[in-house]
């Protein structure tokens, strides 16, 4: 049984396969609509979250599979004091695959250890994001036409933003990536991906609180939110929050062929004079997230496309 904890969970041909699969429904979504009947995903969901459930939600919707779950911890048993790997055990027997989102970072990890059924990690506290991190991959790789030989910008707060942890993550496996890191020093990437994964692999990348400069050098520029919810005291927040705002006059820098993604929700980092221009994709990345999750439950309940199609062909 597999789960998908942290992006590199899955092997670079497994997130090829994943990739790949998620852009064949993309093209062609009816031929799936029945590829999941009799299955259902639980959302365990003890964060607020609009996209990652919804999205989740609807993969297995337009698979047509079922779903449950409980949307903030507050109208679940963890709010009496239940354990996650209590929880996990009862779940196992309601549901064939789950999805976890949870504040605290390893949560779903825990969960693994004591589920009988697939466990997606659907954000642990600042931790990871992987399926975030697949509704990039497949954005970049749709728009860009590829996933190497990129110049990637992330911009915002690369110190809590779990998406950008874990996109880093599965950046560095293609070759000729580089990263320019964008922050407040405050908000620079923690020290073990520094160390670990960009020094270790010795990716090229820079840190810098500089936008505009490095505008024209990028392909794709990740904005992000400011992660209110991970500070220690607020006054730090308001102090950090607006550090960068995207707007039209800074896109003005930047090539023709460079793609704005954001995970969302968006606060005032991007302004919404930017959504009309051609550049800024963050709403249609949000669309692909649900095909790259239809691909991502086929793969881990093991319905390949051989098992699944097999009386049509
Ligand atoms: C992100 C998250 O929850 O980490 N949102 C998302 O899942 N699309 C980013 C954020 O909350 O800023």
Redesign the pocket.
Known sequence: MRHLISPLDLSLEEMDYILTLGQKIMEEPEKYAHVCDGKKLATLFYEP?T??RLSFEAAMLNMGGKVLGFSSADSSSAAKGESVADTIRVISSYADICAMRHPKEGAPTVASMYSEIPVINA?DGGHN?PT?TLTDLITIKTLMGRLDNLTIGMCGDLKF???VHSLINAMVRYTRVRFVLISPKELQIPEYLRKEVLDAGKIDYIETNELEKYMPDLDILYM??V?RERFFNEEDYIRLKDSFILDASKMQYAKEKMYVLH???RVNEISTEVDKDPRAVYFLQAKYGVYVRMALILSLLGLDEKKIFKDSV
Do not use: A, I, K
């Open positions: 979250s996209r990652t954000g994001h975030q933003g779990r998406t992000t939110r992660q995970p969302l929700p």
